[in-house]
């Protein structure tokens, strides 16, 4: 299996098996390893009592991509440390684009950055987060092909 046919099937997998990215309603327009972009759209059920999208969804939308860009490796990537700032408010049909930036990666530990912007291209929102790759394999299997 290339490195692509991997990225491809663990890009499927975690679309298929994560609930709360679905609910989000998060497509993936873009995902390699260390690399993802992806798209959603602001929806009632996400604002909050000033009218505005819960910054809890802008961050969980943040995260999603870090999940995708930091698996397609191949290996389960978890989360160490993560931090957003929001820069500006988000509204009821806003769609916004989450796109990343790997910083560092070693055999251990990787560094990322990922602006969240609507998609006219104004920052709502800048995402840090560091993960731990772990030796766990998505799809075992195929560990002997790489």
């Given at each position: ?6 990225t ?21 327009l ?13 929806r ?11 910054g809890?969804v ?34 009821e ?37 560091s ?16």
């Amino acid at each position: 299996m290339t490195q692509k046919e991997l990225t491809e099937k663990v890009t499927e997998h975690i679309k298929k098996n994560d609930n709360f990215a679905r609910w989000l309603g998060v497509e993936v327009l873009e995902s390699e390893p260390g690399y993802a972009k992806i798209k959603m759209k602001i929806r009632g059920d996400m604002i909050n009592s000033f009218g505005t999208c819960h910054g809890g969804v802008t961050f969980a939308f943040a995260q999603t991509a870090l999940a995708f860009c930091s698996n397609n490796y191949g290996n389960i990537a978890v989360a160490l440390e993560t931090g957003m700032a929001f820069t500006s408010p988000l509204y009821e049909g806003d769609e916004i684009i989450a796109e990343t930036n790997e910083e560092s990666r070693r055999s251990k530990v990787a560094v990322y950055t990922i602006k969240v912007k609507k998609t006219d291209g104004t920052i709502v929102g800048v995402f840090r987060g560091s993960v731990y790759n772990t030796d766990k394999k998505y799809f075992p299997e195929f560990e002997s092909e790489n």
